[in-house]
């Protein structure tokens, strides 16, 4: 491609409401545009990128035996309330009426439509099982967009569907798109961490999240320095983890005024969440956080709001009503001390077990840097990532809310049970450019590079030089690589300077050797060394071992 003919507005100034790299560099070497906030359109270099992305995407999916199809992103609001979603998703949901009152969604996830769609058909258990996909844009109206791509209102996603008999089928579906995922990213040259995660609004059991290894990530991934071990921070257990005070006989209460000191480890620390039945309080260490995802978890509950510390009810007063559950951590800790909000005292020689009415242990704390791997081996650190695919067992939510059911050989019938799996295509792009810059521009991993050669004619004002450059290009296209030409009569700082910001993998220049036949050839992924000069007959070979050495 002529580069003169090329769409490709590049920005020389940084916009000032770019926060992260990704975004900086899409907007100022012209793949994106913002149309609003959370909005943007895809010009030819970033969509060209986006198609390389949704082909391996394609290839690694159809490998699996999924079936693409193409549903439509405004869904009947009759399918939300069928799923209890309606009411539940919460205000990311964008809603809106057609003429004639009839209330629809704009896609946000799949799972009503696709559940409605083969309800009526994979009805016996001779058509199981069978797993659909498709590239589509969502919607999701961000209370906050930012980040560029990375948190918009409308994004590219592949979203995924299974349906089986069995919990067996399921899980051999899993595992196979779980490591269809680990393919796509690898080829798309993503550094990345498959982690266990939390299913959230999707419902469901056994989920695990790709996360791209990225400091502007907005999720905290807890691994282990000695193993493969990886979950996101809401989802990794604490193991090995109790504390024991002195044993005192009897609690005291001192001071009327607020807080007293406790000694460090001893002092206890009080939670509250409201679901939709009852008031939970949950007790910690002082000095750990309360994990509300396990809480919510641990409830069965799908709502969970927290209560101000200030309406905190009296955890010694036996109220009926209130539910008093304690991390694991505090199961053997004696002679501790508490701060109790709803009297304003600091009590002393507190003994959870005999001073409060615990109904319940579990792990409700976040784990922290320096805490045993919960496999065994070696301790928890923390690294900072992009969620880029998701993996669910969602189990018969959705089927047995929508009568989505099947025949079994027996001829009883069973809810379908349901696999959900989702790729950000935008996200991923956006999570490469993170991955894969430098302070001038980007530098594709050459799977998905724009193209994979830019040539760059100096001065196409030259006849040597407009002559050697054609023939270059011609030979090139021939033997089918896909060239960038830069034959605009611009100076050559713009030149170079946009070139890289590209970030092609290879980049050729014909300047002043073009007489000798000369052409200079370079890397954009190890630009610290410099180009290089080779004659022009040695073109295909310093091509090809250029890409051969490019990530």
């Known amino acids: 491609m002529r580069q003169s003919k090329m769409f490709i507005p590049t920005l ?56 693409e199809l193409l549903m439509p992103a405004m869904q009947p609001a009759e399918l939300w309330h069928e799923s209890g979603r309606w009411d539940v998703y919460g205000p990311e949901l964008m809603r809106l009426k057609d003429r004639h009152g009839r209330f629809f969604a704009l896609g946000a ?52 569907y299974s349906f089986h008999a069995d919990e067996e089928s399921l899980d051999e579906a899993y595992w196979k798109i779980f490591n269809a995922y680990k393919h796509v990213f690898d080829r798309c040259g993503l550094k990345y961490r498959a982690v266990l995660a939390d299913s959230g609004a999707m419902g469901g059991k056994d989920t695990h999240e790709f996360q791209a290894l990225a400091e502007i990530g907005e999720d905290t ?29 009897a609690q005291e209460r001192i001071g009327q005024r607020g807080r007293q000191p406790v000694p460090a480890g001893q002092e206890l620390a009080l939670y509250g969440f409201k679901t939709r039945t009852e008031t939970i309080l949950v007790l910690v260490r002082a000095e750990d956080e309360v994990n509300d995802v396990k809480v919510k978890n641990v409830l069965g509950t799908d709502l969970l709001e927290p209560i101000e510390n200030d309406q905190l009810p009296d955890p010694f007063y036996h109220d ?21 909000q709803a009297d304003d005292t600091t009590y002393i020689n507190v003994d959870p077990e005999r001073d409060l009415q615990i109904t319940h242990y579990h792990d409700l704390r976040f784990v922290k840097e320096g805490d045993p791997s919960p496999d065994g081996k070696g301790t928890i650190r923390f690294a900072k990532g992009i969620e880029v695919g998701q993996v669910f067992k969602l189990g018969t939510k959705y089927s047995e809310a929508m009568g989505a059911l ?7 019938s069973h809810p379908l049970i349901m696999g959900c799996y989702g790729i950000g295509v935008s996200r991923t792009l956006s999570a490469i450019c993170e991955q894969y810059h430098d302070e001038n521009g980007l530098m594709w991993p050459k799977a998905l590079a724009p193209f994979q050669v830019h040539l760059i004619t100096v001065n196409p004002k030259k006849q040597e030089q407009a002559q050697l450059s054609e023939k270059l290009y011609q030979e090139l296209l021939s033997h089918g690589f896909d060239v960038l030409w830069d034959d605009r009569k611009e100076r050559p700082g713009v030149k ?32 610290s060394e410099g180009r290089t000069e080779f004659p022009a007959s040695e073109l295909l070979r310093t091509v090809d071992q250029l890409l051969e050495t490019a990530k």
């Open 109 to 160: 996830t799949g799972e009503e439509l696709v559940t409605s769609l083969v309800r009526d058909t994979l009805n016996t258990y001779k058509k199981l099982p069978m797993a659909v996909y498709q590239i589509q844009t969502k919607y999701r109206d961000e209370k906050r967009p930012r980040f560029g791509l990375l948190r918009g209102r409308e994004f590219i996603m592949k979203d995924a």
């Open 320 to 340: 009926d009503k209130v539910r008093i559950l304690a991390d694991q951590g505090i199961r053997t800790l004696t002679g501790a001390g508490f701060y109790n």
């Open 12 to 67: 020389k100034e940084v916009p000032a409401d770019a926060e992260s790299a990704s975004h900086r560099l899409l907007l100022r070497g012209g793949f994106i545009r913002q149309n609003a906030a959370g909005i943007y359109s895809y010009l030819p270099l970033g969509y060209k990128i986006i198609k390389k992305i949704e082909q391996i995407i394609r290839e690694e999916m159809d490998r699996t035996g999924a079936q």
């Open 221 to 249: 991934i807890a691994y282990s320095d000695q193993s493969d071990y990886a979950a996101n921070l809401e989802m990794a257990p604490v193991v090995g983890q109790s504390v024991e005070g002195s044993r005192h006989t």
């Open 496 to 527: 170079f300077a946009d070139s890289d910001l590209i970030g092609c993998p290879v980049q050729l220049v014909v300047g002043k050797g073009a007489g000798q036949d000369l052409v200079e050839a370079g890397s954009r992924q190890n630009a």
């Open 406 to 412: 099947f025949l079994d050989d027996q001829g009883k």
